[in-house]
């Protein structure tokens, strides 16, 4: 049995290095169809064209039982074209959380200035949209340099497909924003995303102002923007009171004047490349098992092959009481020879590892 295992084995591996040389091959032909439509003005789909390939393609499959697959196959070959090809003609995709002015989507311009940037409601929303093909990439925020890690999007790592390939620095300045004619003895409620109510909350506390969550900080001016009432006011960016016709009420109210937010780039595809750069970084989340030094072996183990440790967090795992995975980043070649080595020795300790991306 386990020869056979191997025999089939080898086979795909075989087959799987000439599918990757085709669907190169394929892809590029695919960029000469949409240089084709772009000059000549066609649609990117054409309905007609996909049946006779997937018509005259099946045909070739004698075994009656696998012809329904290789249709399945073919379809999601032509819908991937279809993508890569409205990528060309019409740029990338870029999801954000938030609205225009939000801290996410001036990082996402930053990044990413001439792609189509796509808003969604939250995190989850706008990771989902890179999972399921909407957007090509999604701009999340990471951490915080004064309030601490974005612990939903560190979830979504874990437990999601995609793979972190740049990080970008954004400083933040918050200010308070209100409708005119508003006070600071007018306010009586601010609302703002979790993480900005408590990078300014000295300033909230000395004022004495209610608080309340919101999803983001643009969403929260757009919501005292709609709201027209002078006893609200917003923690924004001077970018959301432009968009929604607030006006501040005091600038740059956060407490630590060195406030910055760490952004992710998150794609489907690993970007093997950014390992080697000089000052290469890598993210890895894993837990452990329940045994006594489990943890500390792990750790040791990381630094055992010369990966310099400089972030290390642990995160409650929802669905299990009392149980935790742990993030770090280390600098260094996750894909070196070392690496490899590091990550065979981790599974010795590890239930779960997973390197989640390269950034410099």
């Not at 099946?58 to 379809?75: C, K, M, N, P, Q």
């Not at 969604?120 to 340099?145: H, I, Q, R, T, W």
């Amino acid at each position: 049995m386990n020869d056979l295992l191997q025999e089939a084995r080898e086979i795909i591996n075989e087959v799987d290095a000439q599918m990757a040389d085709l669907f190169v091959r394929r892809m590029h032909a695919a960029e000469m169809v949409a240089q084709y439509k772009k000059i000549h003005g066609m649609p990117i789909l054409d309905a007609d064209r996909e049946e006779i390939v997937i018509r005259n393609g099946s045909a070739g499959i004698e075994d009656e039982r696998l012809r329904e697959y290789y249709v399945d196959f073919v379809r999601d070959t032509m819908t991937i074209s279809r993508r890569y090809q409205q990528r060309l003609l019409q740029g990338m995709k870029v999801a954000y959380s938030g609205t225009e002015g939000a801290f996410a989507h001036i990082a996402a311009d930053q990044l990413f200035h001439d792609a189509q940037k796509v808003a969604y409601a939250d995190f989850k929303a706008a990771y989902n949209a890179v999972v399921v093909g909407e957007c090509d990439a999604v701009v999340l925020p990471l951490e915080n340099s004064y309030a601490g890690e974005v612990g939903q999007v560190t979830d979504l790592m874990f437990s999601g497909p995609l793979y972190v390939n740049h990080i970008l620095p954004v400083s933040v300045t918050h200010d308070l924003l209100a409708v005119e004619g508003a006070t600071l003895e007018t306010v009586k409620t601010v609302v703002s995303h979790p993480q900005a109510l408590a990078q300014c909350d000295d300033f909230l506390q000395t004022h004495g102002y209610d608080q309340i969550p919101y999803a983001n900080t643009a969403l929260a001016a757009k919501y005292v923007a709609e709201r027209n009432d002078p006893s609200i006011a917003a923690i924004a960016s001077v970018e959301s009171a432009k968009k929604f016709g607030l006006k501040p009420l005091a600038e740059g109210i956060n407490q630590s004047q060195i406030n910055t937010t760490r952004f992710a780039v998150l794609s489907k595809a690993e970007n093997r490349n950014v390992a080697k750069q000089h000052g290469a970084h890598f993210i890895l989340v894993f837990t452990v098992r329940n045994e006594a030094g489990s943890l500390a072996q792990a750790l040791n183990v990381i630094g055992s092959y010369g990966f310099n440790m400089r972030t290390l967090r642990s995160r409650p795992m929802g669905e299990l009481l009392w149980q935790y995975y742990f993030y770090v980043e280390a600098e260094g070649n996750i894909h070196s020879s070392d690496g490899e080595k590091m990550l065979k020795r981790l599974s010795v300790y590890c239930d779960k590892v997973k390197c989640i991306g390269s950034f410099t």
